[in-house]
């Protein structure tokens, strides 16, 4: 009796002493119950698809999809295709800081070995000529609020689960990234595709003047792809093939190339493809529905400062990086640095982020806060690339004010040896940050500056690896998302068959 009774005393101690620092420690066997604590407080799931729809890779509208993310045939040049900068086996982007898109020396060679040719045209300074890092494709079907870095894409309503598709209410750029107009075609990803084509560094490429704006280049392409207007880029036997692609696509067998072959129903098939790329089931969801063994002891540690507030000692990232997704959708200043040729209306190295939609002084260095999920394949991280490892990244959210003194592009940007886009750098990047810092005065901005150890930055890191689904890793899982080069009519077709560096 009397054993148990000074045992409970000591117990009662030990407990106190524990509750009376409520510091997040994760020490014994309380992290899983902490955990458990945020996992219920924070409503999570794991699972950010429920009561979405979203389409099987086999549905006919995704293959066609994947035929079209995949053709060179949409690059007024024949040199580049949205997988040029999106390629599954590349968590869906590229490998690299910069994007090459047109006019790469080999259009087929994906990854750090891909280089600019050296073109002579003005544009070209040197180094890849895409202002921003490539965000990845996959979860697409996920994304409710905007898309691309700024959200120039933007839903309206903003409707969770919707990914933009109640009804006309989408907003995308016009004849320039300020003037806002209405979406013809109809959610988020499908709205997206309507750009990269226009985009000259991207899939446009520099020339054919005649061209005057974007209506005009989707145009060509369309009419490229269905044969109308005497446009005379492919065989005749090429146009057949995407016929057929596109009756099967949608359903309608005995469907005309000029109804059937048109940039909406182009734009919506590649959307459908990209919303098919769902990968989600990751050791973190196993974890939320009760495998206590999914993961690893430091990456509950992790998961526990990603989910406290500051004053109990965390790093707050659920703040921004919140629900299933990981993603709130807003925009912040984060004043990761400003690396790159820049993205601006008035023609310096800066990228203004969301001012150059909004043309508003108080958005400026605003960007989309990302989704987390499979995040340790994603990288180079940030909208210009800047961090090569996750660990430099997940610093950087920690505390932007010391890496930003830390930080030297040319030891950690993926590509190399391109100074010209590195001049300004310092003078740029200390701009976001002094913004970073007005907004913390004013009270916009929620962040504060976090001092951990390295112990703790790790385990930060095994957090986010929880957040990769094995497939993503798995070339024999992807190949779904992937066309077979042996498949019939895949050079008619001009699909890209990558190779890798
Ligand atoms: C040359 C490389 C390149 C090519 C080719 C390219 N993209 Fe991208 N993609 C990018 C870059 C860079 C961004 C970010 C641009 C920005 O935010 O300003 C982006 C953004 C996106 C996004 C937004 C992701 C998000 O998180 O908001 C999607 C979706 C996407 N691209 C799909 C496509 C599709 C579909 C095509 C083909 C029609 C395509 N891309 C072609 C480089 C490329
Ligand atoms: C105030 C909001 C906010 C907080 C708090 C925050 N983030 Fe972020 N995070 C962002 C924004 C915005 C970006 C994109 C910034 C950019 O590239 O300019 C981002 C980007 C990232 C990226 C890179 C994403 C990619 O695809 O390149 C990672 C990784 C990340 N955050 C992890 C974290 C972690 C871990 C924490 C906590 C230590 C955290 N973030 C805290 C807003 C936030």
């Known amino acids: 009796m009397k054993i ?5 005393v000591f117990l009662a101690l030990l407990l106190g002493g524990c509750g009376g620092d409520d510091r997040v420690d994760g020490s ?25 729809n979203i389409p099987s890779v086999d549905d006919a509208k995704v293959q066609l ?37 047109a006019e790469a020396m080999d259009p087929n060679l994906l990854g750090p ?80 595709a309507l750009f990269p084509i226009t985009s000259a560094e991207e899939m446009r490429s520099f020339g054919h003047a005649e061209l005057q704006n974007g ?23 090429a146009r057949n093939v995407w016929l057929e692609a596109f009756q099967k696509g949608f359903n309608t067998p005995d469907g005309n190339a000029s109804t059937l072959i048109t940039i909406e129903n182009i734009a919506s098939a590649i959307g459908e493809y990209e919303r098919s790329q769902l990968f989600i089931d990751n050791p973190w969801k196993a974890y939320i529905e009760g495998d206590i063994d999914a993961i690893s002891e430091s990456a509950k540690k992790g998961a526990l400062l990603f989910y406290s507030g500051y004053d109990e000692g965390g790093a707050n990232c659920v703040q921004c990086h919140s629900g299933d997704f990981f993603s709130d959708g807003a925009l912040y200043v984060m004043a990761v640095p400003q690396v790159g040729r820049g993205k601006n209306h008035d023609a310096s190295t ?71 886009q590195c001049n300004d750098v310092e003078v740029n990047t200390a ?48 190949s779904a998302w992937i066309p077979d080069p042996r498949s019939p ?4 077709l001009q699909q890209l068959n990558a190779t890798f560096q």
């Open 113 to 192: 070995g891909r280089l600019h040719k050296n073109t002579g045209n003005s544009f070209f300074d040197g180094g890849p000529t895409v202002p921003r890092n490539a965000p990845t494709t996959f979860n697409a079907a996920l994304f409710d609020v905007g898309m691309f870095w700024d959200n120039r894409v933007e839903s309206k309503t903003g409707t969770t689960g919707a990914n933009g598709g109640d009804a006309d209410n989408i907003l995308m750029p016009g004849q320039s990234d300020s003037e806002r107009i209405d979406s013809l075609v109809g959610n988020l990803p499908s709205t997206q």
């Open 350 to 420: 800066e990228d203004y982020g969301r001012a150059n939609i909004t043309l508003n002084d108080e958005d400026k260095y605003k960007f989309r806060n990302m989704s987390l999920l499979n995040i340790s394949q994603t990288g180079p991280w940030g909208h210009s690339g800047a961090f090569t490892s996750l660990k430099a990244i997940v610093k950087h959210m920690l505390n932007p004010d010391e890496s930003v003194q830390n930080y030297n592009p040319y030891t950690e940007l993926k590509q190399r040896g391109i100074a010209v």
């Open 28 to 52: 014994g066997n309380n992290v899983d119950k902490k955990l458990r604590e945020k996992i219920d407080g924070f409503g999570l799931t794991g699972d950010p698809s429920a009561d979405r």
């Open 215 to 237: 209506d005009a280049v989707r145009h060509y392409l369309s009419d490229r792809l269905s044969g109308a207007n005497g446009n005379e880029d492919l065989s005749e036997r």
């Open 65 to 101: 999809g994947m035929k079209l993310f995949y053709t060179k045939a949409l690059s007024l040049d024949f040199d580049a295709a949205c997988v040029s900068c999106h390629h599954p086996l590349l968590g869906g982007g590229d490998n690299l800081s910069f994007p090459i898109g």
């Open 431 to 478: 701009h976001a940050l002094e913004q970073l810092h007005v907004n913390r005065q004013k009270g916009i901005s929620p962040h504060k500056n976090v001092v951990f150890t390295e112990e703790q930055v790790n385990q930060l890191v095994a957090f986010l690896e929880t957040l990769t689904d094995p497939c993503v890793e798995d070339s024999q899982c992807l």
């Open 4 to 8: 148990v009774v000074y045992a409970s």
């Open 489 to 492: 009519n895949f050079e008619l």
